[in-house]
């Protein structure tokens, strides 16, 4: 198994990103890929998930209006954080991750704790 994350990079204020995760070796397109970040000195938080097929896009309010999370299934899952309007507190490493999908009434979970496989971050500087 294997998430694999890049797009990161030094940007200035107000500028825009996307970061690409290629996830292989499980069927993840039954799988809720999501987006958490991990500022310097702080724990690692959630920004953004998304459900099957596309479906059920959540985001964290500190990016919601200002990024776009998307996916592409097909033989393998590639999950897309595009991120605009950069601030300096986006800088952060980025971590894609896979949440196992068990029912029909699945939600788009926002815990760690929920998600079972993650990549290996990429670094976000957003500099003023």
């Known amino acids: 198994v294997q998430l694999q994350a890049c797009g990161g990079g030094l940007v200035q204020v107000g500028g825009s990103l996307r970061l690409s995760c290629a996830a292989s070796?499980?069927?993840?397109?039954?799988?809720?890929m999501g987006w958490f970040r991990q500022a310097t000195g702080k724990e690692r938080e959630f920004v953004a998930a998304?459900?099957?097929?596309?479906?059920?896009?959540?985001y964290t309010d500190a990016v919601k209006g200002r990024s776009t999370i998307s996916r592409r299934d097909n033989a393998q899952t590639t999950v897309y954080l595009e991120m605009n309007s950069l601030k300096p507190e986006d800088t952060a490493v980025y971590y894609c991750?896979?949440?196992?999908?068990?029912?029909?009434?699945?939600?788009?979970?926002?815990?760690?704790?929920?998600?079972?496989?993650w990549g290996q971050g990429t670094l976000v500087t957003v500099s003023s």
């Open positions: 998304i459900g099957l097929r596309g479906g059920l896009k959540h």
């Open positions: 991750a896979a949440s196992p999908v068990r029912s029909v009434y699945y939600t788009v979970p926002e815990t760690e704790n929920q998600y079972d496989y």
């Open positions: 070796g499980r069927v993840f397109s039954s799988y809720v």
